[in-house]
């Protein structure tokens, strides 16, 4: 086994470059359960404000014993207009499955980790996000018109103020699967920001 080109070799020839639509995101992830069984495996971690199920995958070398892995969770799409995030999720999934049995890299990975990848957290904003303009806001917020990066920050107060649904959701699937790392990929157009863990600035890196 050797490794290849990861740069050149992602952009697989066999696959048509495009911008996946809110509907054709699920279809891509159960196509990726359907190529890779035992490998790959999708779960709804909850719902939307529209009832929408929040879909995630699930990627390791052997999902009979993945629940003794360390668990990584990836995150995109928590504003509806940032579909370069929720594309290059995809592309990644799509990549580790494709290749886990080329490259020596990714094989220890999938065999040392549990990854989850939920590639688009506001289902219901990215219905109404503008194809091709980068520099729109819209789709940006929730149903109820909600920042869901802010209701991250902002948390219920067990009064009367809740979170919305989507974090909510976030937060059981946090709870119930404790990962190790949890990493939120934000970014529309060519910056793609990438939190920084470095010294006690928590502000995104942009790449």
Not at 47 to 76: C, F, G, Y
Not at 116 to 136: E, F, M, W
């Amino acid at each position: 086994m050797q490794r290849t080109n990861v740069v050149l070799d992602s952009l697989d020839a066999q696959e048509n470059l495009k911008y996946h639509n809110e509907g054709e995101i699920g279809a891509f992830l159960t196509a990726m359960k359907q190529t890779y069984p035992g490998k790959a495996r999708t779960y709804p971690i909850g719902e939307t404000v529209n009832k929408k199920p929040l879909l995630a995958i699930e990627l390791s070398d052997d999902l009979e014993t993945s629940h003794l892995q360390p668990a990584i969770q990836v995150i995109a799409g928590v504003h509806g207009n940032e579909v370069v995030s929720t594309e290059i999720l995809l592309r990644l999934a799509n990549f580790l499955l494709s290749h886990h049995k080329l490259d020596d890299e990714i094989n220890r990975i999938l065999r040392a980790f549990s990854i989850h990848i939920l590639p688009s957290l506001n289902r219901d904003g990215i219905v109404q996000a503008k194809r091709g303009n980068c520099s729109s806001s819209v789709g940006m917020l929730n149903a109820h018109a909600v920042d869901l990066e802010n209701d991250f920050e902002r948390g219920g107060d067990g009064v009367g103020t809740k979170n919305e649904a989507e974090t909510e959701s976030v937060k059981k699937w946090m709870d119930e699967k404790q990962f190790i790392l949890s990493l939120d990929l934000g970014g529309k157009d060519e910056n793609i920001h990438i939190p920084s863990i470095h010294g006690e600035d928590s502000s995104a890196e942009q790449r």
